[in-house]
């Protein structure tokens, strides 16, 4: 009796193989079919589209000595923060250019401008950014009105004035699409990132690399 159920068993073993043998490549296959997760490198930051940043000329830009398509620098004048870390810092260099121009004219005609932001270079690489400001010059209408009253005709030789952007006059702008940085390192404290070519809190910062002058006409 007991070679008997020894047989049996063996045989009930031998008929199980089979099954046993496929339940584990089906498991297998199904394994196999799972996508691996990607996981985001360590200590990667993004900065999304459309962040904030503000911007002053380097020097005056003028209508009286500047002509359409013409091109000047810019700074920074607060630290982009994300996570508490730079990502931008004030003092970032880039370029603006003058999109639309005209002159000063008679009777009180003042000079008129579009200026548009077009890159800051962050980390060795020029990053795209957006913003337009339009700028005029003040109106000489109050000296055009009495020189009619006046002398009549000659209140064709009263010009308006130059469209100026001085420098410590803050513009918008906004970052064109994300940027990914990848941080120097897990330090409490605020520290500069560098730029990888490619949501969180961000924010800027409240003191100016430079002075500031509130004038103007703001046109985004």
Do not use: C
Request: hydrophobic residues 45%; charged residues 15%.
């Amino acid at each position: 009796m007991k070679f008997t159920s020894l047989a049996a068993i063996a045989a009930a073993m031998t008929a199980a193989s089979p099954v046993l043998a496929a339940e584990q490549a089906v498991s297998s296959a199904v394994v196999a079919a799972q996508p691996a997760l990607s996981v985001a490198p360590a200590g990667s930051l993004t900065l999304p589209a459309n962040s904030e940043l503000t911007v002053t000329p380097n020097s005056e830009v003028s209508s009286k000595s500047m002509r359409e398509g013409d091109v000047f620098t810019i700074t920074t004048v607060y630290d982009v923060m994300m996570n508490g870390y730079v990502v931008i810092p004030k003092g970032t260099r880039g370029q603006g250019k003058i999109t639309w121009r005209t002159g000063k004219g008679a009777f009180g005609k003042s000079a008129k401008m579009d200026v548009t932001m077009e890159w800051l270079e962050i980390g060795g690489r020029r990053v795209v950014i957006e913003g337009k400001h339009r700028q005029e010059g003040q109106g000489n209408t109050a000296a055009t009105l009495g020189t009619v009253l006046a002398v009549g005709v000659f209140a064709g030789f009263v010009t308006g004035k130059s469209a100026v952007i001085p420098n410590g006059m803050q513009l918008k702008a906004y970052t064109a699409e994300p940027i990914q940085f990848q941080a120097a390192g897990l330090a409490p404290a605020p520290v500069q990132a560098a730029v990888v070519p490619g949501s969180a809190v961000v924010s800027q910062g409240t003191s100016p690399a430079v002075a500031t002058v509130s004038s103007g006409d703001h046109a985004q």
